[in-house]
């Protein structure tokens, strides 16, 4: 059974910056893809990027040229670095991570983007 620990949510003003993680741990296969979804208040789940264990990245429209997603295999860490962060922003952060078992979810992390 793999534990997804995420930090780094909060709130911040609209043009500040934020840096997402998200831990993986216990029982570890391989992992391949790892992500961040987002769920704004009333609204589904969207994804947001994703990284391949190989390094390639897929981000949405939304945010791209904006947020960076990078990870670190040796420490089976995931990151999203937000920056330009808009209102539209402000939702609970998911982080998904799929191994050679099945994907897991992390238990989300909130980002409130507001002045």
């Known amino acids: 059974q793999v534990q997804l620990v995420e930090s780094g949510g909060g709130l911040v003003q609209p043009g500040g910056s934020l840096r997402l993680s998200c831990a993986a741990s216990g029982g570890i296969f391989t992992i391949n893809t790892m992500g961040w979804y987002r769920q704004p208040p009333g609204k589904q789940r969207d994804f947001v990027a994703r990284i391949t264990i190989g390094g390639n990245t897929n981000y949405a429209d939304s945010v791209k040229g904006r947020f960076t997603i990078s990870r670190d295999n040796a420490k089976n860490t995931v990151y999203l670095q937000m920056n330009s962060l808009k209102p539209e922003d402000t939702a609970v952060y998911f982080c998904?991570?799929?191994?050679?078992?099945?994907?897991?979810w992390g238990q989300g992390t909130q980002v409130t983007v507001s002045s």
């Open positions: 998904r991570v799929t191994t050679t078992q099945r994907t897991y």
